[in-house]
């Protein structure tokens, strides 16, 4: 069998292959509620019957004002907790583990999403006052409060209790929103966090914010639950996060609880060269994976299965998310199956043929 279709277990969970679902924003709760509805059932559903092995929903609010816009998912109350569990019974009715992808914007919150405007909703206009690591806002967004250090420890609760939701809700997984230039990204990176208490200065205390967070996890949910971090590996300066200083936060995660690691990059700063190309961000986490024990996934413009076979075979990562490839086929993991010439047995009754009249 190709690598990229056996089986991984992480703690007390199995993924029937190695290819995941990234998260990506939907922006469709139109009740601005953050309630999921049969939008997400349908479109998280469709990856599930597609092949997946595990089908993540995209980046869920811990808390209102973590919200990238007010059409973002949240989980910051029993009410949304058991929406979400229509949307991970069908994901388990066909045989994919689901993940939430737990998150909170920081000083990147409160936009409009691209088809009901452009840039920041402003406090007059419906939105609200971010909050961040730091008072710097993002250019052309609202400008953040930043957070005292009690507020730091109220957040970290936040975190804890949407976990423990997420698993009332029925998910499998949880995954920890540290990339991007979001809430958790903002306190590691020395470029947005100039803080002098205990959550800033060294790479430790910058990433003390993120390693609380997984302690208060990890404790909340027990030791079955499989938590996953996404990083962005690099801010692309040199006054900024690092792939290095990456690897090193990875370690200390690894030591309160993380089980797996999913590398991208950039987000946090505008005005910083990308080198965009097939597999870009593969060579990232190939340096983590590298450095830690537990698995690694590499996402970023891997569209092609035998793409993805040559990933898994020549380099230390483990699994493949794939994120705009399954949103221009959401069953691309059952044809990357009969591209690599690989028979499984998650072929959907209904389309298989012989199984209608002709």
């Known amino acids: 069998m190709t690598k990229l279709f056996e089986p991984i277990t992480i703690r007390s969970k199995t993924s029937r292959n190695r290819i995941w679902i990234a998260p990506m924003c939907q922006y469709s709760c139109e009740n601005q509620d953050g309630m999921p509805s049969n939008w997400h059932v349908v479109h998280l559903g469709s990856r599930a019957v597609g092949g997946a092995g595990l089908v993540m929903c995209e980046a869920t609010a811990v808390h209102p004002a973590g919200r990238i816009s007010p059409w973002d998912t949240g ?40 088809w009901s405007g452009q840039g920041a909703i402003t406090v007059e206009n419906g939105g609200w006052t971010p909050v961040s690591s730091t008072g710097e806002a993002f250019p052309e967004y609202n400008t953040p409060h930043e957070l005292t250090t009690e507020e730091v420890y109220d957040s970290i609760q936040d975190w804890v209790d949407a976990a423990k939701r997420s698993i009332a809700a029925g998910f499998d997984v949880l995954e920890i929103h540290a990339a991007h230039g979001y809430l958790v990204h903002q306190f590691l990176s020395p470029i947005t966090n100039q803080r002098t208490d205990e959550f800033g200065g060294s ?98 413009l891997i569209t092609d299965s035998k793409q993805a076979e040559e990933i898994l075979q020549t ?19 059952l044809r990357a199956a009969h591209e690599l010439g690989v028979e499984v047995d998650y072929w959907p009754n209904q389309y298989v043929r012989g199984t209608y009249p002709a």
């Not at 919150?109 to 691209?114: G, I, M, Q, V």
């Not at 190939?286 to 830690?292: I, L, P, S």
């Not at 230390?316 to 993991?333: Q, T």
């Open 203 to 300: 790479l430790e205390k910058r990433a003390k914010y993120l390693v609380d967070i997984l302690k208060g996890i990890r404790q909340a949910v027990g030791e079955d639950v499989p938590v996953i971090v996404r990083f962005s590996a690099t801010d692309y300066r040199a006054d900024g996060f690092t792939v290095e200083q990456c690897a090193e936060v990875a370690k200390l995660c690894e030591a309160v609880g993380a089980d797996v690691f999913d590398i991208s990059s950039g987000g946090l700063v505008l005005g910083v060269q990308i080198p965009f190309g097939p597999g870009y961000q593969v060579p990232l986490a190939n340096d983590v994976a590298e450095e830690v024990d537990s698995p690694v996934a590499a996402v970023g």
């Open 75 to 114: 989980i910051w109350n029993d009410e949304q907790a058991k929406a979400w569990k229509e949307v991970t019974d069908f994901i388990r009715e066909h045989g994919a583990l689901s993940a939430i992808q737990l998150a909170h914007a920081g000083r990147k919150a409160s936009n409009f999403r691209s």
């Open 315 to 333: 380099t230390d990562v483990e699994i493949i998310m794939i994120g705009r490839l399954s949103l221009r086929d959401p069953y691309w993991p």
